[in-house]
């Protein structure tokens, strides 16, 4: 049927056929109800104690309860396909977090149907009392070749060898209830609170029991195969959660109350086999609990490595993205988690990488519960989960919740679990790979940014925060490209810059027109490697457009403060005088401008100079335009470009404040390094001499009479067509060097606020004053005394004089500090 965006909806398994209880439940519930089940709920009782053993199940259960409120948030956020963990934490975090946790997944889950097929032998082995060594990993193996087989086969055959499975291990609960309710014995409760001697602890006995819950999300691996994923995966996995607790409450609590403490200390199932009315039941729970859980796995584990393929996450993955049948069944990956189980069932002893294996089911936990708070915390209007359980905090907690589990259980094995994930993290987000759909970055970065720039609008405006915040505007491409070369250097990591094409038309046309120019322009920035932003924008008149561009660009304190232009290149008067009236427009808005004059020859000079002899001269002035050329060169040396190119300063007036001496003082003050050059009385020949090693020339320009002036009051466009490659700067905006933290600005509202505490002071001691003398005329009154209360009645007066005169100095105070911090804002 239409979905609301007026397409088909179309599953990537449109086969698929399984509901809550088949796909969801109960491969859920039989991997939770494992083998810790059977064979270790003595030994943790005797270990922890019935309390320890408690708050053990409700640490881990409160992990599994928040991380299914936020599965089922994710879940019923998005259209749930095939890959689960995988597939929700890719399309939340993005594909290197997915990519990451999934591929740690699949092999995780193709080693555990390893595991839990050798325990499965083993079991088998204790049942027969065969002795041959060999014969665990003959059995281990020809169970994961029998599993692949139903594997292979489908899931919906694979599900009805689960609800065998299922029987067997309800018939083992039956037998084990029945024995242990009729030899319930409240002292022997009693006396099971606390662990028994020998105990090795309560965290000894916690990283034991939490792999237990690691299973409740093996409902998840079979979401492509779900009829309604967004419905059956909430229901499936929190049905699973409760049951499973709900059995291990009542197990450990009988157990507790039919067996004596000590002699659960070194159990190893031997509890349960005993209060059951038919012991062998709890053999085969046992058999079929490792079965089942080798079953999931064996499930689980290809559909991630489908759904990876399928995005090309990793290279020369794509051949296993192909399924089979109606279902998509992934056989190819199969055949590919068959052939790890073998190679782990091949090494015998597994026991040194299998704590790292169960670090990397938490770890897909913790990100899980990361996802939804990231999701929930970004805002974003298209986060809106079915599931309404949810909280982001709880979330969080989740997450800090399977980092503290990880500690605890093996601290070795957790920390090389995250080097894994964290490396094959950094391997996709170098590859760069193209994205493929929406994740919830966008909405995480445009919150981010919004809070940054309310954080930035509260802060005092100083000089040591200045940026350099760039508008290029250029409607030649072959030029634009230096231009936007040229604002990049003087960026120096610190600013940004955006490019803008203006377009003279109207209408849809015009606005197509301007999409059309919009999408080339950032072409063009792309092939250049720049983080810069391109935009066209249609108007009717581009010399009035551009000014209300300026003003316009930017929200909060991100806002243009230099325009950078291209230098006019026709001698037609009457272009220079629109382009110096743009130029003048631009700086009357407080705006500094910049002007580059350059061409292909001198371009190409400066791209064959070697970076070591590159040079940025410095045409001195003791104004801000001055200070902004010295503070740009200074910048283009952040540049890889220029990192190696020397400034020279060079100063052409004689007056004893631009000497030598004066200018060095000043680098040093503003910690610039830079050869100073005095040419006092200079010509234009000098200064075209003085430049003649010049890679790039900075010089302050002025406008007068609708000319371009330089610092000899001469045309300074006939002047750079006889230098390197120049450019003209004019300052629009007060520009200091010195960044002093407590000068400025800062310093003026330090002082007002001294001065305004004081009168506030002041005026507190006058109250207080008035106060008392109030009451001690009432005194004098009261007893007759008249000399002391026309003494008193004086000095009430003086007092609510100083008051009166107060209170006007602390409203002009505040007022001046209400004005000093608008004024920063």
């Known amino acids: 049927m239409p979905n609301v965006n007026g397409s088909t909806r179309e599953n990537l398994s449109s086969g698929a056929m399984l509901g809550t209880f088949a796909g969801v439940f109960t491969p859920s519930i039989l991997t939770i109800l494992g083998i810790i089940l059977f064979l270790r709920s003595g030994f943790v009782v005797g270990n922890a104690g019935l309390a320890g053993t408690l708050l053990i199940i409700a640490v881990a259960t409160t992990v599994a309860v928040l991380t299914s409120i936020s599965l089922s948030a994710i879940a019923t956020n998005i259209e749930v396909r095939g890959g689960g963990d995988y597939y929700l934490i890719s399309r939340t975090l993005g594909l290197e977090f997915g990519g990451a946790i999934g591929i740690v997944l699949f092999v995780a889950q193709s080693i555990s149907v390893a595991f839990y097929a050798i325990g499965f032998s083993e079991a088998i082995v204790a049942m027969t009392a065969l002795d041959d060594g060999i014969m665990v990993q003959l059995i281990a193996a020809v169970a994961v070749v029998a599993l692949f087989g139903f594997a292979w086969a489908g899931a919906d055959v694979a599900t009805k060898l689960q609800f065998v499975i299922m029987a067997l291990m309800v018939a083992a609960l039956v037998s084990f209830y029945i024995g242990a309710v009729g030899s319930f014995d409240s002292a022997l409760l009693a006396d099971s609170w606390a662990p028994g001697s020998g105990s ?157 294996v169960s670090m990397f089911f938490l770890i897909s936990y913790g990100l899980i519960n990361y996802a939804t708070f990231y999701e929930a915390r970004a805002s974003s209007p298209s986060f809106r989960p079915r599931f309404r359980w949810f909280n982001r905090r709880a979330s969080l907690a989740g997450a800090v919740l399977c980092g503290g589990a990880m500690l605890a259980i093996n601290l070795i094995a957790g920390a090389l679990a995250m080097v894994v994930v964290f490396g094959i993290y950094k391997y996709l987000e170098r ?278 002036i330089d610092q000899l009051g001469g045309e300074l466009m006939s002047l750079a067509q006889r230098l390197p490659m120049t450019v003209a700067i004019h300052a629009g905006e007060p520009i200091q060097l010195a960044t002093d933290p407590e000068s400025g600005r800062a310093s003026f509202i330090a002082e007002a606020e001294s001065a305004a505490d004081e009168a506030r002071g002041r005026l507190r001691r006058l109250v207080a004053q008035l106060e008392t003398a109030t009451i001690e005329m009432e005194k004098a009154t ?44």
């Not at 490792?290 to 794509?318: C, E, H, N, Y």
Request: net charge neutral.
């Open 431 to 708: 590859r760069d790979i193209p994205a493929r759909w929406a994740d919830a970055a966008a909405a995480h970065h445009f919150n981010r940014a919004m809070e940054s720039i309310r954080s930035l609008d509260s802060e005092i405006r100083h000089s040591r925060n200045w940026r350099p915040q760039i508008l290029v505007f250029s409607a030649d491409a072959g030029r634009r490209s230096r231009l936007l070369t040229f604002a990049k250097w003087i960026e120096g990591h610190s600013g940004l810059t955006a490019a803008f094409r203006i377009i003279t038309g109207e209408g849809v046309r015009g606005r197509i027109e301007a999409e059309e120019e919009g999408a080339k322009l950032q072409e063009e920035i792309d092939k250049l490697g720049l983080a810069v932003h391109g935009r066209a924008v249609i108007t009717s008149d581009g010399m009035n457009a551009l000014p209300v561009i300026v003003q316009a660009f930017g929200i909060g304190r991100i806002h243009a403060n230099v325009v950078l232009f291209g230098w006019p290149e026709s001698p037609n008067p009457e272009q220079l005088a629109l382009y110096v009236g743009a130029v003048r427009g631009v700086a009357r808005l407080g705006v500094n401008v910049m002007s580059l004059s350059t061409d292909e020859l001198r371009w190409k000079r400066f791209d064959e100079t070697p970076r070591s002899q590159r040079r940025l001269h410095v045409f001195w002035e003791d104004n801000d335009s001055g200070r902004l050329a010295l503070l740009a060169a200074y910048l283009c040396t952040r540049d890889p470009e220029w990192s190696k190119a020397t400034i020279r300063l060079i100063s052409l007036s004689s007056e004893e404040s631009q000497s030598p001496e004066v200018l060095a003082a000043m680098l040093e003050e503003v910690r610039i390094q830079a050869d100073i050059v005095h040419i006092p009385e200079a010509t234009h020949d000098d200064i075209i001499f003085a430049c003649s090693d010049a890679t790039l020339v900075l010089m302050p320009m002025r406008l007068r009479e609708g000319k371009i």
């Open 200 to 356: 090795i602890g309560i965290l000894a006995a916690f990283a034991i029991f939490f792999p237990a819950v690691t299973g409740f999300t093996q409902g998840v691996s079979m979401s492509g195969d779900l009829k309604d994923p967004g419905k059956s995966l909430p229901i499936g996995t929190f049905t699973a959660v409760g049951v499973a607790t709900a059995v291990y409450l009542s197990v450990v609590i009988l157990i507790a109350a039919g067996v004596p403490i000590a002699s659960l200390v070194n159990d190893d199932g031997t509890a349960m086999r005993s209060m059951a009315v038919v012991g062998a039941l709890v053999g085969i729970g046992v058999v079929a609990a490792t079965l089942s859980s080798s079953m999931a796995s064996l499930l689980g584990a290809p559909r991630i490595m489908q759904s990876m393929a399928s995005d090309r996450v990793f290279p020369k993955m794509s051949w296993f993205a192909k399924g089979h049948g109606p279902t998509n069944n992934p056989r190819r990956a199969a055949v590919l988690s068959l052939v790890i189980a073998l190679a782990t069932v091949s090494l015998g002893s597994v026991n040194v990488i299998a704590p790292v």
């Open 782 to 825: 009261s007893v007759g005394d008249e000399n002391r209360a026309k003494e008193l009645e004086d000095q009430l007066a003086r007092i609510r004089r100083r008051i009166l005169s107060t209170e006007v100095r602390v409203e002009r105070a505040e007022a001046e500090v209400a004005e000093l911090l608008d004024g920063s804002a």
